[in-house]
């Protein structure tokens, strides 16, 4: 969340066999596993972290592909796929030999399209 709030980079939350309304009020299994730990400075860090990423839109296992775990994930990737289609990836021409391995990696990522 951090380097969304820096850096202006997405995150996209997977709530994974957990509500995110329990994520962003920190009720059930997550208050309890803040309520274990001593360390108040990092807590407070994860709280504050877990609310703001439980407020994005993102994907909830429960509400998603019918609770498949495979099709959540090809949604995600297909998603994301489309997301990074839009991103300009400028090359440095200092850096000798990344063309080609930029390009290796951008069709990687456009499984099936």
């Not at 994520?23 to 877990?50: D, I, M, T």
């Not at 997301?83 to 499984?111: P, Y």
């Amino acid at each position: 969340m951090e380097c969304q709030r820096v850096t202006e980079q997405i995150a996209y939350p997977v709530f994974y066999d957990v509500d995110p309304s329990e994520v962003r009020k920190q009720l059930g299994p997550v208050g309890e596993a803040f309520a274990r730990h001593n360390n108040k400075e990092e807590v407070r860090k994860w709280r504050e972290a877990l609310k703001d990423a439980a407020c994005l839109a993102g994907w909830d296992l429960r509400n998603t592909a019918d609770g498949h775990e495979a099709k959540l994930i090809n949604k995600i990737v297909e998603d994301i796929s489309l997301e990074l289609r839009h991103i300009n990836l400028k090359i440095d021409d200092n850096l000798v030999g990344m063309e080609s391995r930029i390009k290796d990696i951008v069709s990687s990522l456009e499984m099936g399209v």
